[in-house]
């Protein structure tokens, strides 16, 4: 299928379901250079670990994480979705261990409560302001913290409330995909996590997190953040960009 036809699907899913599966976007070595290079990362700032080790920013500790800012095949829906000029807001790699308990259900980010039945209208289509891309490195089966989803949650317009597992008639959804294979998800779509219920096995997943351009970055620890001179000295322009070298415009 042609690039710009796949496009036009990726778009017209994240508008109906709120999410899409991109399948194979890493190859086996970048599956393996990823999950060696998150087992060595330790904690800074506000990261954590334990059962889940939790680290944010992560494109700032070297230049490796800067080609899975803008893999092909996702970039172009991220800009298709949020503007040629938009930017990450953040990139989090994730290990999660057998007994980690996975997060409700929930939404990331509204940016503001619409009525339902504005958003029932199919003539309607709500913008995008923020995704997600989970990159998952490992096979992931229903013992393995499935990604949930509620497909067209998005259009609820409003949060879950605790314990709300479905929304229209339609129920969760787990995600069971191959290393390498990528989620992508619209803020607002309804989502979480499961636990590991595996003997011996670990979840690795890098998160790549882009908003439009008028979303603001806010990098912790804020104020005193500084961006790697080697991280910037290595990126292209694309990427640069994508850590917001941008045009000027009205209000910066
Ligand atoms: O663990 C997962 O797959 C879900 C992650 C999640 O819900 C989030 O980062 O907001």
Not at 22 to 33: A, K, N
Not at 131 to 159: K, M
Request: net charge negative; proline share 6%; aromatic share 10%.
């Amino acid at each position: 299928m042609e690039a710009h036809a796949l496009l036009s699907l990726g778009l017209s899913a994240l508008h109906r379901d709120g999410f899409l599966l991109l399948p194979g976007v890493l190859e086996p070595g970048q599956v393996e250079q990823l999950k060696a290079a998150i087992s060595a990362l330790t904690p800074q700032h506000w990261d954590y670990n334990g059962l889940l080790e939790h680290y944010k920013c992560v494109f700032n500790r070297d230049p490796l994480w800067l080609a899975y800012l803008d893999l092909p095949g996702v970039i172009e829906l991220a800009e298709a979705a949020l503007g040629e000029d938009c930017h990450i807001i953040g990139q989090t790699a994730w290990r999660s261990h057998p007994g980690y308990q996975g997060m409700a259900l929930h939404l990331d980010y509204l940016a503001m409560e619409l009525p339902e039945a504005w958003l029932a209208d199919a003539d309607f289509e709500l913008p995008m302001q923020i995704c997600t891309v989970q990159f998952y490195l490992d096979d992931i089966d229903s013992e393995l913290c499935p990604t949930q989803v509620l497909p067209g949650s998005h259009r609820a317009g409003r949060r879950p409330v605790a314990g709300e597992q479905q929304w229209q008639g339609q129920a969760t959804q787990s995600i069971l995909c191959r290393a390498g294979d990528a989620l992508m998800f619209r803020s607002e779509l309804w989502h979480g996590g499961s636990d590991n219920r595996s003997v011996d096995r670990t979840r690795s997943m890098l998160q790549v997190h882009y908003g439009r351009r008028m979303i603001a970055q806010k990098f912790s620890p804020y104020l005193h953040w500084q961006f790697n001179p080697a991280v910037l000295a290595a990126a292209t322009p694309r990427q640069r960009r994508l850590l917001g070298e941008h045009a000027e415009a009205e209000y910066d």
